[in-house]
Nanobody, 110 residues
Framework: QVQLVESGGGWVPPGGSLRLSCVGSGLTLDNYAVAWFRQAPGKEREGVASITRRGVTNYSDSVKGRFTISRDNENTVSLQMNSLKPEDTALYYC?????WGQGTQVTVSS
């Protein structure tokens, strides 16, 4: 059974940092592209960052220069989020090969 599990969410004040992790089971993440999405209340889910099998990364304009996606090992992909803003508040999801995780909440507020 394929499962993606996100962790690392929480509350931080504006300007703070968080590191999200996505761990795959039943699926070797190294063999697939992986993406992070987020969904804020009342808004559509949007793509945030992605990484290909070969390590090519892509970011949305809203997070470029602040977020970094990386592969930590063959089954873990992380999203380092710096200089967080209140508008980054959302439920963050990991996605790979048609599979979604359950999400981890990120809240940025003072």
């Amino acid at each position: 059974q394929v499962q993606l599990v996100e962790s690392g969410g929480g509350w931080v004040p504006p300007g703070g940092s968080l590191r999200l992790s996505c761990v795959g089971s039943g699926l070797t993440l190294d063999n697939y592209a992986v993406a992070w999405f987020r969904q804020a209340p009342g808004k559509e889910r949007e793509g945030v960052a992605s990484i290909t099998r070969r390590g090519v990364t892509n970011y949305s304009d809203s997070v470029k220069g602040r977020f970094t996606i990386s592969r930590d090992n063959e089954n873990t992909v992380s999203l380092q989020m710096n200089s967080l803003k209140p508008e980054d508040t959302a439920l963050y999801y990991c996605f790979s090969y048609t599979n979604w995780g359950q999400g981890t909440q990120v809240t940025v507020s003072s």
